[in-house]
Antibody, heavy 115, light 112 residues
Framework: QVQLVQSGADVKKPGASVRVSCRASGYTLTGYYLHWVRQAPGQGLEWMGWINPNLGATKYADKFWGRVTMTSDTSINTAYLQLDRLRSDDTAMYYC????????WGQGTPVTVSS | DIVMTQSPLSLPVTPGEPASISCRSSESLLQSNGFNYLDWYLQKPGQPPQLLIYLGSSRASGVPDRFSGSGSGTYFTLTISRVEAEDVGVYYCMEALQTPYIFGQGTKLEIK
């Protein structure tokens, strides 16, 4: 069955970078776009961007441009989200989700940014 | 960017009764292929969101048939024919027509 398994919780200081991984199983990563969505505590959902793992092409939300990098390693069926120059308001749960209509989601990775 | 507006934001429902949530977009989500690029998600407490409805009215795999989606263009509705206790959570609409994908604010459904 299709599963997206994300890396564990992380705590970072302001100004640092975080990298979250998303390992796909039950399907080949290159077959579908992979999206990243985040959710601040008690807040709604915010789309961050997508990666086409087949070509390595990416599309980012303007809000994150210059701070976000989405990559993939197709040899291990894994996608990555890196967010640089972290701020306290980047504290959130980060999700990966598959396909145009986000049909499968990872379990989420909580990232805390605190001095 | 497209603006997505949901209502109501809070929805108390008696089990067995119907419920509906509306979602309005600032631009038409109807693409030239005839499909409306509007999806519905349910986020149960402590869980990631799950896809309920895609392309406005198509139920995702495994979703009970008490859930249905309707609408076209800029106005959409999610209807639950008979609410069950397991349906509690926050419902989101999302436009998938253009990036950035935008979610509605969310509608919290609770059982009376």
């Amino acid at each position: 069955q299709v599963q997206l398994v994300q890396s564990g919780a992380d705590v970072k200081k302001p100004g640092a970078s975080v990298r979250v991984s998303c390992r796909a199983s039950g399907y080949t990563l290159t077959g579908y776009y992979l999206h990243w969505v985040r959710q601040a505590p008690g807040q709604g959902l915010e789309w961050m961007g997508w990666i086409n793992p087949n070509l390595g092409a990416t599309k980012y939300a303007d809000k994150f441009w210059g701070r976000v990098t989405m990559t993939s390693d197709t040899s291990i069926n894994t996608a990555y989200l890196q967010l640089d120059r972290l701020r306290s308001d980047d504290t959130a749960m980060y999700y990966c989700a598959r396909n145009t209509h986000l049909d499968y989601w990872g379990q989420g990775t909580p990232v805390t940014v605190s001095s | 960017d497209i603006v997505m507006t949901q209502s109501p934001l809070s929805l108390p429902v008696t089990p067995g009764e119907p419920a509906s949530i509306s979602c309005r977009s600032s631009e038409s989500l109807l693409q030239s292929n005839g499909f409306n690029y509007l999806d519905w998600y349910l986020q149960k407490p402590g869980q990631p969101p799950q896809l309920l409805i895609y392309l406005g009215s198509s139920r995702a795999s495994g979703v009970p048939d008490r859930f249905s989606g309707s609408g076209s263009g800029t106005y959409f509705t999610l209807t639950i024919s008979r609410v069950e206790a397991e349906d509690v959570g926050v419902y989101y609409c999302m436009e998938a027509l253009q990036t950035p994908y935008i979610f509605g604010q969310g509608t919290k459904l609770e059982i009376k």
